[in-house]
């Protein structure tokens, strides 16, 4: 059986070599990229061909791909490459793979037109100015059909590896069997879905109370899946670090149960926690791990491939043996791994890297998507972009004297565009087309000095610098999904702070095309209701389905209350005060142990929290500070034993109130104020506006289904196993409501007051 890769991919693995350069150049956006492309062939004769499918085989292997150009009469193929910088920024890996791939299509298209020569240009366009360069040679074709065979060759020794490799994962998947003896409640149902979903090439929204074991229950049916349909990659996508530490787990556990799991298991952790060097820049000039990198990458890449199981820790290790840069070296590997696990952006992002690998490798990927509640705010997260006047100032004092009028020029537009806003808030309909303009010419100044200065620059104007690429990225695709705002400290001076900022609200835009690229998807959390919610905002297929697993617990495990006599309406805030911490001594009186009490605020977390210690100093508490470092909320768990007793006050939403396990006595209730909704102000208002003009449950989609599932999601940190007690209070007269009822879980038994 012939192994199929593109020319692309085969220069990629045989051609690149030397350091590791990545020095920051913009580069051009895929519209941009495109209209270079067509420019070039307009320039050219009218005979000249463009996007020339072409294919060929070597014992074993078949080669397949696309010239960007080819003139019949010269005959000249040509490879078009755009850019945004200066063409002596284009690092010389780069420039050896280009050389490659033009000399690999000048081949083809000798062998297919019974050429004798060719003549091969790289074309070089840059994107501004519109100034091509190219030095074309001409090539026998013997040399060609020479230069073809080594670079298959090369290639065809891992090709062999990777099917023989590829065919051993799926006998092995096949023969998998679960993880542990029987399913727990709803596992099973959960997992029949999931396959379902998988096999039938479709979407799959899982709502499953937290505790069941969803992540082993969603992974072991897409890897039989994978298995028995031959699909390309799973890709687990998590929000945060502990559900990217459960699959990890659930992984193990599949591969202890498992003799010989053929399965590459990748984890990819941020930039900053694996970078070993993070006071240099990534270039051989600067980094020891980047000079030679792509020399000494194919040893690496085979040791990787032998581990298998290839956590953050192994990838360190064999990047230290082989000296070259862990997180580089976890990136390549994302091309040969067949499980990925790691954060949304690596999928979703606007540079994802995972998708790019899959749309340019046409890859059948399948995706688990972990705590997808989240994904609505991650996604608009991704895709907004703010400039700060202050930091403009900062970076501008930073600067090198031969930028400072380009700044200037930035600051100027600035005013002019926004000097006449009264209000502290406003809403654009466009972003100043001056202000872009003046933007581009910063960042491409930017470009050039960072090119001449291999340390790179001050840390603030280096920021400035990727949130102005940001926002220009953003302002290209600027539509009916974003906002564009500017928000003015004090409109009565002018020199005071003012905030730009390009904002999305609805993630469909983005993430849609995600969705579609993949073979099938499943979502899965605690909290995926109502279903046309997360349909509408995440741009997934019509034909999407919906399942609410059973829950494995029964309701005489949790008590629910709600306090109906209680209202935490902003203006009743401090009201509600002294009913709040009556209840919480109350129950705590009743029975001594560990609980959380989750506040909209710290502010209203604070006054309640002071309250509390006042008339009833007997009661031990400790509270969630802003801004904590890891190793400080992991001691705050770690003060919730099965002997200790306290509340520990926290943010609703925050990072106490997900994500967490306190199983036993570690936990036996929580204390829930206010329903979660986001804070009523101008930007909440618009979105209101705009989910209302677009769905119409504006106020439903901007504040009501956020707030609850946060609710429902701190509260599900109480019961976290079948043998678990507890006790939740819902303090708000709204959750009596029929519409707040609907959306908490069915298997709560809720009664309407304290006892």
Known sequence: MNYRVSVRSLVEFTARRGDLDLRFTPAPTPEEGLLGHQIIAKRRPVHYESEVLLSGRYPGLEVTGRADGYDPIAPCVEEVKTF?????????????????????????????????????????????????????????????????????????????????????????????????????????????????????????????????????????????????????????????????????????????????????????????????????????????????????????????????????????????????????????MAKWADVFVGDYNYYFDMSALLFALTILREWRVTLLIDEAHNLVDRARAMYTASLDSTALEAAQHSAPTKLRRHFQRVAEAWHRAFRDQTESYQRYDLVPDELLKALQRLVSELTDVLSERP???????????????????????????????????????????????????????????????????????????????????????????????????????????????????????????????????????????????????????????????????????????PNMSEAERLSFLERFRDDSTQIGFCVLGGAFAEGIDLPGKRLIGAFITTLGLPARNDINQEIERRMDARFGRGFDYAYFYPGLQKVVQAAGRVIRTEHDRGVVYLLDERYARSQALALLPSWWRISGGVD
């Open 84 to 332: 945004r910088s200066t063409l002596e920024r284009i690092p010389d890996n780069q420039r050896h793979v280009h050389l490659a791939q033009a000399k690999i299509y000048g081949w083809l298209l000798c062998q297919l037109h019974g050429l004798s020569e060719i003549t091969v240009a790289v074309v070089y366009y840059h994107v501004i100015t519109g100034e091509e360069f190219s030095e074309p040679e001409t090539y026998a074709a013997i040399e060609l059909e020479r230069f073809f065979n080594q670079h298959c060759e090369t290639f065809l020794a891992w090709a062999e590896t990777e099917t023989a490799h590829r065919t051993r994962r799926n006998v092995s998947l096949q023969a998998m069997t679960f993880a542990h003896p029987s399913y727990r409640v709803g596992q099973k149902s959960l997992a029949n879905a999931v396959y379902r979903a998988a096999r039938d090439e479709r979407v799959l929204l899982a709502q499953a109370t937290t505790g069941i074991g969803k992540t082993l229950a969603t992974l072991f049916p897409q890897l039989k899946a994978m298995g028995e349909y031959d699909r390309d990659r799973l890709f687990f996508l998590t929000a945060k670090t502990p559900g990217r530490q459960l699959a990890l787990d659930a992984l193990q556990s599949l591969r202890r149960n498992c003799y010989d799991l053929q399965l590459r298991v990748l984890e990819f952790v941020a930039r900053d926690k694996a970078c070993l060097h993070k006071d240099k820049v990534c270039h051989g000039e600067s980094c020891p791990l980047a000079q030679g990198f792509y020399d000494r990458l194919p040893a690496a890449r085979e040791a990787a491939v032998r581990h298998r199981w290839l956590d953050h820790e192994q990838i360190q290790r064999i990047a230290q043996e082989h000296s070259i840069c862990p997180y580089y070296l976890a990136q390549e």
């Open 455 to 625: 340390s790179g620059l001050p840390a603030e104007l280096m920021r400035y610098y990727f949130n102005a690429l940001l926002f220009l990225r953003l302002s290209e695709s600027f539509g009916e999904h974003s906002l564009f705002d500017v928000v003015v400290a004090d409109p009565s001076n002018p020199l005071t702070p003012t905030t730009l900022t390009l904002r999305n609200i609805l993630p469909a835009r983005f993430l849609a095309n995600r969705f579609n690229s993949a073979v099938s998807a499943t979502l899965f959390s605690a909290t995926l209701s109502p279903t046309a919610y997360f349909q509408d905002l995440l741009g997934l297929p019509e034909n999407t389905q919906a399942l609410d697993v059973a829950s494995p617990f029964s309701h005489d495990q949790l008590r629910v209350h709600i306090a109906q006599h209680i209202s935490t309406r902003y203006l009743d805030r401090l009201q509600s005060i002294a009913p709040i911490i009556d209840c919480m001594a109350q129950q705590f009186r009743a029975q001594p142990g560990n609980y959380l009490a989750f506040f909209s605020s710290y502010s209203y977390l604070e006054t309640t929290l002071a309250a509390l210690q006042a008339t009833h100093p007997q009661i031990p508490t400790l509270a969630q500070q």
